[in-house]
Nanobody, 122 residues
């Protein structure tokens, strides 16, 4: 079983910054792609950013140039640095990871964190 624990959410004024962290723990062979998603009530969960184990990165258009995703493989941790925050960034942010449980057979399972609230005031 794998647990993803997020931290770093909170309340910030527009234009401010926050840094989210997500640590993966438990028993597994490898963390593949890790990412951040966000969701507001009544809307679908949407991708914010994701990073592969090799370092390839994708961002949602709405956060390009403002958010930066990174990972520390030695610490099983993914980060999301959020700068120039806007009120429309207010959401619950979820960590996501594709995890390969064993050396063999080769397959991946998807895990989610519990979510962390980010609130940006105008």
């Amino acid at each position: 079983q794998v647990q993803l624990v997020e931290s770093g959410g909170g309340l910030v004024q527009a234009g401010g910054s926050l840094r989210l962290s997500c640590v993966a723990s438990g028993s597994f062979f490898r963390l593949n792609t890790m990412g951040w998603y966000r969701q507001t009530p009544g809307k679908q969960r949407e991708l914010v950013a994701r990073i592969t184990s090799g370092g390839s990165i994708n961002y949602a258009d709405s956060v390009k140039g403002r958010f930066t995703i990174s990972r520390d493989n030695a610490k099983n941790t993914v980060y999301l640095q959020m700068n120039s925050l806007k009120p429309e960034d207010t959401c619950v942010y979820y960590c996501n990871a594709d995890v390969q449980p064993y050396v063999s057979p080769v397959y991946a399972q998807t895990y989610w964190g519990q979510g962390t609230q980010v609130t940006v005031s105008a």
